[in-house]
Structure formats: structure tokens, C-alpha cells
């Protein structure tokens, strides 16, 4: 069990441009409104989340002496600082199509401005890690189970499977950076179940506003077939609950999930010669 971060990984960003279809199909996710607005309500929340997790290391650079991690970090913010990017765009096609960004938008930034006025730095990276669990579990699984993106638009899909490549890549950035400067588990573990509650909260919320402008809310079918999508018995979601929890234990470390190998494959997927790891 691997548990800590690989040796010789790169995280590099990759200068990617991406021609999201414009304007974008409603229902891009294999024509499916309810997996449609599942990665829309996710991606409209990553442009200031984003923004946020680089903030929160960002703040502890300088107290980091180990060149690798150092390097690492600059990776990560790399990394981070275009995905925004990408997002922000993600989100101007979804404010043609009519759906009311700026409202979900302003609560997540709400609430960023609050944690980074209220807590202390060490909190807010203690949140950063915990959020960056959740999503390296989901990127795991969208590298990993084709059913996430079957059926997708092919662009779509490809700046999905790209943030979740270098997701990937820099899962344990933040972990390590927080082991190093503060290292508290408690804090952590606290960090997660509320990082858990706005992340569902918040996403919940973005899902709920697109299927009602689609008139699809009350469409009881749509919700059956989608949640039964995410958690039924061959559900996508499933499989995280294990892997989500083990981030509660006492030596846990992101790299124990040891997914160096699918990396790779995805590398080669997106690097004309892979990146060393
Ligand atoms: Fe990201
Ligand atoms: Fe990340």
C-alpha cells in the first residue's frame, strides 16, 4: 500500500484548449438531464473553489523547505489556476442557456469570504484537503468507469476526463503540505464532514435550479434513473463511499489509494510522450 506520494511524479499543467460546443447541448451527458446538471452543478462551484485551495496553500509556501513538495505546489497551483479558467467558461455556456449562475456562484463565494476572514489559515487548508479527497475520489472513478462519461459529448467528456487527470496528479498536494504545517487529524476529520455537507448542499442546490428550468423537478423518472445511476447496486457514486471514508483514519494518506497505473494510461491518453512518474 502506497502511502505517500509516488516518486518522480510530475504535476505540470497541460495547456489544453478546449472547444466547449457552443452553445452547449442542455442535456450534453448522453442526452440525460439529470447527469447533465450533476457535472454542471460541480463545475459551476470549481472556478472560486479553485481560487480558494490555491489561496489556502498558497499561504504556506514559503514555510515548505522540501524542494520536491515546493515543486509540487507550484504544479498544483499551475493546475488549478486552469481549470478555473476552463470552468469559468463551462459556466458563461450555461448562463446562455438561461440557467441562473450568479446566485449559486455568490452563495459558494459567500461562503469562501467567510472561511477566509473566520478561520484560521491551518482550517483552511485542513478544508482544502478534504475537498481535494472528495474530488480525487470522483476522478478516480470518472478515469476509471467508462459508464461516468458513456454517451457524453466528446468535448465535454474530454475536459472532464482532463480535470480529472490532473486531479489526480495533485490529490496529495494539499495533504502534504498540511502534514508538514500542521498535521492535526482532528481538524482534518472535522474539515471533512463540513466540507462533505456544503459540497452535497451546494451541488444539490445547482441540480435542483437547472432541473426546474428544465421543467424536469418534479419529473419523478428523471430522479429515480439518476440516483439510481449514482448509488443503485452498478451505481458510479458507490464504489467512493469506501474509498471516502478511509479518509477518516488515523494514518491515512491519499496515495494509499494507489492509482499510479491508471494515471499513466490517462497520461498517454493526453501527452503526445507520457509524463515521467
Ligand atoms: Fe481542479
Ligand atoms: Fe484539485
Known amino acids: 500500500m502506497a502511502s505517500s506520494t509516488p516518486e518522480g511524479l510530475q504535476i505540470r499543467p497541460r495547456h489544453l484548449d478546449f472547444d466547449l460546443p457552443d452553445p452547449l447541448p442542455r442535456h450534453w451527458h448522453s442526452g440525460d438531464a439529470f447527469k447533465s446538471h450533476l457535472f454542471d452543478a460541480m463545475s459551476v462551484l470549481f472556478p472560486d473553489g479553485e481560487r480558494f485551495f490555491i489561496d489556502s496553500v498558497r499561504q504556506f509556501r514559503d514555510q515548505i523547505t522540501d524542494p520536491t513538495l515546493k515543486e509540487q505546489i507550484r504544479g498544483f497551483i499551475g493546475q ?11 459556466s458563461q455556456r450555461l448562463r446562455d442557456l438561461g440557467y441562473a449562475i450568479e446566485p449559486i456562484e455568490r452563495r459558494a463565494r459567500g461562503r469562501i469570504r467567510y472561511a477566509q476572514k473566520r478561520l484560521s489559515p491551518q482550517r483552511q487548508l485542513a478544508a482544502t484537503a478534504a475537498l481535494e479527497h472528495i474530488t ?13 462519461l458513456r454517451g457524453a459529448e466528446a468535448n465535454m467528456a474530454r475536459l472532464w476526463r482532463w480535470h480529472a487527470l490532473e ?13 508538514q504545517v ?9 474539515a471533512m464532514r463540513l466540507a462533505t455537507l456544503f459540497f452535497v448542499l451546494d451541488t ?6 437547472m432541473l426546474r428550468r428544465d421543467g424536469l423537478l418534479w419529473n419523478w423518472r428523471v430522479w429515480r434513473d ?3 445511476w449514482m ?10 463511499l469506501r474509498t471516502y471514508r478511509d479518509f477518516f483514519d488515523s494514518d491515512f494518506h491519499p496515495w494509499q489509494h494507489d492509482n499510479l497505473e491508471l494515471l499513466q494510461r490517462v497520461q498517454e491518453e493526453f501527452d503526445p510522450q507520457p509524463h515521467a512518474a
Open 136 to 148: 480525487a475520489i470522483m476522478a478516480d472513478q470518472v478515469l476509471r468507469e467508462p459508464e461516468c
Open 182 to 190: 500542521c498535521g492535526s487529524r482532528r481538524l482534518l476529520r472535522r
Open 226 to 228: 439518476g440516483l439510481q
Open 80 to 90: 488549478e489556476g486552469h481549470h478555473s479558467r476552463e470552468h469559468l467558461q463551462y
Open 167 to 179: 486531479e489526480t496528479e495533485h490529490k496529495a498536494v494539499a495533504f502534504d503540505v498540511y502534514q
Open 231 to 240: 448509488w443503485g447496486r452498478n451505481g458510479v457514486f458507490r464504489p467512493l
Open 204 to 209: 444539490t442546490r445547482g441540480l435542483v435550479h
